[in-house]
């Protein structure tokens, strides 16, 4: 009997190559796996069905995983307003740890001898994918055909086409990768250190010019509600956003950050719903949270956002911090209000019953209700006390 090798499958240029290499050349009976993370509609997953079944696989899956997604790892993700490097909602980062779980999940199932994937060597999903597989699956063998015979685009498409499989080279010079959270584009422009993306390049065209106006309503710091209509799970809400806002261009840029093995990387993004909703939450966040609670937010955001990126989303200290985040979202509740115009979006403002901006305790830089002046005279005092101390003691003191 043929060995089994569990493939994670997109379709695209690199898995249909690995799709023939582990059929023909290392004589394994392929079952492929695709992990919905919100990129693909019913009918694109029967057209990716199709195309494995025609490239020999013996078996293919469709694992639904966007609730389970949302719920194990994006909802942190907002209540952290997590943007890598100020910039980037970790749109891929995250969905591959989604990925490869399931992924090795499904090897358990069907009792594979091997796991494989299309990463090339010179990314960060190689070892995302590799280190899951061996914290989940450490006795199946892991098989990386991309990696191992560093194949360029020109060389897959070349191999593909000797063994009759058709590709659209043309799109091939695009790596695109869609999912709930955002879609990635790579591309010539993007393996350098300067160059835009071409407009057609980008997956979703500007259409709308107009500006509009939009309500989103979260209640303990989730997305439940766009433009008064409330939906089941976030999910929803979130896809409902992301066609309101895609075609204003919003959400769209290059993300210059360190890979996991030490090299610069360049990637073009398309976000825009995630961009629209970390902003609009941490706008209801700056209202509804203390000083001190948005400070340490900051800090373990900041750390649970790179550690996700590196692929450690099963390290236990990733469920700690979860913990506080979710502790933190309490009183994140309310409306925010967003207008929306070609290229970029504006944070109106907040409705919220947790609003600490209360006109019930004064107005800054107007009035207070709940101290005197002569309150802040002697608070002021002993708060810089012990710094009129040091300077007092250290008066002859200058700097060489």
Request: hydrophobic share 35%; with cysteine.
């Given at each position: 009997?043929k060995?089994?090798?569990v493939?994670?499958?997109?379709?695209?240029?690199?898995?249909?190559?690995?799709?023939i290499?582990l059929t023909?050349?290392?004589?394994l009976?392929?079952?492929?796996?695709?992990v919905?993370?919100?990129?693909?509609?019913?009918?694109?997953l029967?057209?990716?069905?199709?195309?494995?079944?025609?490239?020999?696989?013996?078996?293919?899956?469709?694992?639904?995983?966007?609730?389970?997604?949302?719920?194990?790892?994006l909802?942190?993700l907002?209540?952290g307003?997590?943007?890598?490097?100020?910039?980037?909602?970790?749109?891929?980062?995250?969905?591959?740890?989604?990925?490869?779980t399931?992924?090795?999940?499904?090897?358990?199932?069907?009792?594979a001898?091997?796991?494989?994937?299309?990463?090339?060597?010179a990314?960060?999903?190689?070892v995302?994918f590799?280190m899951?597989f061996?914290?989940?699956?450490?006795?199946?063998?892991?098989?990386t055909?991309?990696?191992?015979?560093?194949?360029?685009?020109?060389?897959?498409?070349?191999y593909?086409?000797?063994?009759?499989?058709?590709?659209?080279?043309?799109?091939?010079?695009?790596?695109?990768?869609k999912?709930?959270w955002?879609?990635?584009?790579?591309?010539?422009e993007?393996?350098?250190s300067?160059?835009?993306l071409?407009?057609?390049?980008w997956?979703?065209?500007?259409?709308?010019?107009?500006?509009?106006?939009?309500?989103?309503?979260?209640?303990?710091?989730?997305?439940?509600?766009?433009?008064?209509?409330?939906?089941?799970?976030?999910?929803?809400?979130?896809?409902v956003l992301?066609?309101?806002?895609?075609?204003f261009?919003?959400g769209?840029?290059?993300h210059?950050?360190?890979?996991?093995?030490?090299?610069?990387?360049?990637?073009?993004?398309?976000?825009?719903?995630?961009?629209?909703?970390?902003?609009?939450?941490?706008?209801?966040?700056?209202?509804?949270?203390t000083?001190?609670?948005?400070s340490?937010?900051?800090?373990?955001?900041?750390?649970?956002?790179?550690?996700?990126?590196?692929?450690?989303?099963?390290?236990?200290?990733?469920r700690?911090?979860?913990?506080?985040?979710?502790n933190?979202q309490?009183?994140?509740?309310?409306?925010?209000?967003?207008q929306?115009?070609?290229?970029?979006?504006?944070?109106?403002?907040i409705?919220?019953?947790?609003?600490?901006m209360?006109?019930?305790f004064?107005?800054?830089g107007?009035?207070?209700?709940?101290?005197?002046?002569?309150?802040?005279?002697?608070?002021?005092k002993?708060?810089?006390n012990?710094?009129?101390?040091?300077?007092?003691?250290?008066?002859?003191?200058?700097d060489?």
């Open positions: 009997m060995k089994k090798v493939l994670a499958f997109s379709g695209g240029l690199d898995t249909s190559f690995c799709c290499y023909k050349d290392l004589d009976e392929v079952h492929s796996v695709i919905n993370t919100g990129g693909f509609s019913e009918e694109e029967k057209q990716i069905e199709e195309r494995a079944y025609s490239l020999g696989v013996a078996s293919h899956h469709a694992v639904d995983a966007v609730k389970g997604y949302y719920d194990s790892c909802k942190y907002v209540f307003n997590v943007l890598k490097n100020n910039t980037y909602p970790l749109s891929v980062s995250a969905e591959r740890v989604t990925q490869a399931a992924i090795a999940n499904y090897a358990k199932e069907i009792n001898d091997f796991v494989a994937h299309g990463s090339t060597g990314g960060n999903d190689q995302r590799d899951i061996n914290i989940l699956v450490p006795k199946v063998g892991i098989i055909p991309i990696r191992d015979l560093k194949l360029s685009r020109e060389a897959e498409i070349e593909l086409h000797k063994h009759g499989v058709e590709i659209n080279a043309e799109k091939a010079k695009y790596s695109i990768n999912g709930i955002g879609t990635s584009v790579g591309g010539k993007t393996l350098t300067n160059g835009m071409p407009e057609e390049a997956p979703t065209q500007v259409t709308k010019t107009e500006a509009e106006n939009v309500e989103l309503e979260f209640v303990k710091g989730q997305l439940v509600a766009v433009n008064g209509k409330k939906y089941n799970h976030p999910t929803e809400a979130v896809q992301q066609q309101i806002a895609a075609p261009g919003v769209r840029d290059i210059v950050g360190d890979t996991i093995i030490g090299i610069k990387g360049r990637v073009g993004f398309e976000a825009a719903a995630p961009m629209v909703i970390i902003k609009a939450h941490h706008a209801l966040e700056k209202h509804t949270l000083k001190w609670q948005l340490w937010k900051d800090q373990l955001a900041m750390f649970y956002g790179n550690w996700m990126h590196e692929g450690q989303f099963h390290d236990p200290v990733m700690d911090i979860e913990a506080f985040l979710e933190t309490k009183t994140v509740n309310g409306k925010v209000f967003v929306l115009l070609p290229y970029r979006f504006l944070i109106i403002g409705e919220s019953e947790n609003d600490l209360s006109s019930k004064g107005s800054y107007e009035m207070n209700e709940g101290y005197t002046g002569d309150d802040v005279k002697g608070f002021s002993i708060f810089g012990q710094v009129s101390i040091w300077h007092k003691v250290n008066e002859g003191i200058k060489e």
